[in-house]
């Protein structure tokens, strides 16, 4: 019988573990282990001269364990099948998902850089964007949802920054507003702002769709960003963060992580495999309610707007409909709306949910709702928020895996708390 190029959710089950060397146990143990035994001391020296990046690992030879710091089977049978679903050469779990983001932020950018962005951000990134790279001379540039790229890079150009732009930073689609960015557009404008000696990277934060329904390395991104937190994790309890590129990209980025100290544990990783069995079904359940949802919520009169991927026309949002058909498989399960009323309305909804969660986080089991504009973007300037459309009206919902019609009526029944 021929060998068959199996399916990611096929290879979640045992991709990269031997049972055989784990008494064979048919799940992969929890190595919750500080450091290694080597059998002799010349494998002490050579592993270290490969993990120290002194010397490559010759043909035949494998890199053995040595400090948890540095690897541990349960962090690295995780991240070789991390790196299944978005086809990548390599993976880098983090403790959490701002870590993933800051260490590769730091490794690849330099005092004098600009870091051009899309906006709206995340209120972590952006705080960490605006605020901390800008005491190590590191200059943000917003990317405008719509413009031009051509128009991006004559702004650039006028404000004498082109030649110093060293990294495009995008969040699509955009938290909470599900505004989308074109990345091979992004791929094309970063070509263009590089040189011979010089590669501008592309790297795409692609939490609020997952792994599942967008590949941003096949449109030509350098590097993709997951908080693994949100559907890779799926579960609200654990936290961790990822990163995943080309293997000199991705050996740079374990390098700093060794260092900084930042890499997720043994039991990290264990919860990880276990959440990588169930993400296809999971987030496919999701995206199916959260179309029935949206669709309520479009009819409702007290939902005064719908930000849903679904929604999507080419009559109504030309653009954006071209970015996701050429770019998504599904419009996912992140629904924001706004109510009627104000920040008043919004309070009046999310207190009286009795299914959903009112808590911050995404892509979980259980469904959770929460405030972005007095909680998880609190931190983003109001001037911006009033610009990118994040109003005290708006709430973000997150679609979980209860029955649709459960969560109709709990909507519905919240809703009703709203005045007016």
Not at 5 to 33: H, N, R
Not at 103 to 113: A, K, R, V, Y
Not at 178 to 190: E, Q, R, W
Not at 250 to 270: E, I, Q
């Amino acid at each position: 019988m021929n060998n068959k190029d199996l399916a990611p959710e096929s290879l979640m089950m045992g991709y990269g573990y031997d049972p055989q060397l784990s008494e064979g146990a048919v799940k992969c143990p929890i190595f919750q282990t500080s450091t290694f035994a080597f059998k002799k001391a010349e494998d002490g020296k050579a592993f270290f001269e490969i993990a120290k990046g002194s010397r490559k690992l010759e043909e035949g030879e494998h890199m053995g364990l040595i400090y948890s710091r540095i690897n541990n089977p349960d962090l690295e049978i995780l991240e070789d099948r991390l790196a299944l679903w978005d086809k990548a050469e390599m993976a880098a779990v983090f403790e959490s998902g701002m870590s993933a983001i800051t260490t590769t932020l730091f490794e690849f950018l330099s005092p004098g850089d600009v870091l051009v962005h899309s906006s709206p951000l995340y209120g972590g990134t952006d705080h960490f964007v605006k605020h901390v790279l800008q005491r190590f001379n590191i200059q943000s540039y917003e990317l405008h949802a719509g413009e031009e790229y051509g128009q991006l890079k004559e702004r650039l150009e006028q404000d004498g920054l082109a030649h110093k732009v060293a990294m495009v930073l995008l969040e699509t689609p955009a938290n909470p507003t599900n505004t989308l960015f074109d990345i091979a557009a992004t791929v094309g404008l970063a070509k263009k702002l590089g040189n011979g000696e010089k590669q501008v990277l592309v790297a795409v934060d692609n939490t609020y769709l997952g792994p599942l329904w967008c590949h941003p390395l096949e449109l030509g991104a350098d590097l993709v960003l997951y908080s693994a937190t949100k559907y890779i994790g799926g579960h609200s309890d654990v936290i961790a963060g990822a990163v995943l590129g080309s293997k000199p990209l991705l050996a740079r980025v374990k390098k700093l992580r060794t260092y900084l100290g930042s890499m997720a544990g043994p039991w990290t990783g264990w919860l990880l495999m276990r959440s990588l069995e169930t993400l296809k079904l999971r987030m496919e359940r999701q995206a199916a309610s959260a179309a029935i949802l949206a669709k309520f919520l479009s009819g409702h009169p007290k939902v005064e707007k719908v930000y849903y991927l679904g929604f999507l026309s080419p009559q109504t949002d030309a653009s954006q409909y071209d970015i996701f058909v050429r770019q998504y498989h599904s419009p996912g399960a992140m629904l924001s709306f706004d109510v009627r009323g104000g920040e008043a309305g919004a309070f009046a909804f999310l207190n009286n949910l009795k299914l959903a969660h009112l808590a911050v986080s995404l892509g979980s089991t259980e469904s959770l709702a929460q405030h972005p504009y007095s909680m998880t973007h609190a931190g983003v300037a109001e001037e911006d928020k009033d610009r990118l459309g994040l109003t005290p009206s708006m709430v973000r919902y997150s679609v979980g895996v209860e029955h649709p019609d459960d969560l109709i009526w709990d909507l519905e029944q919240a809703l009703a708390f709203v005045p007016g």
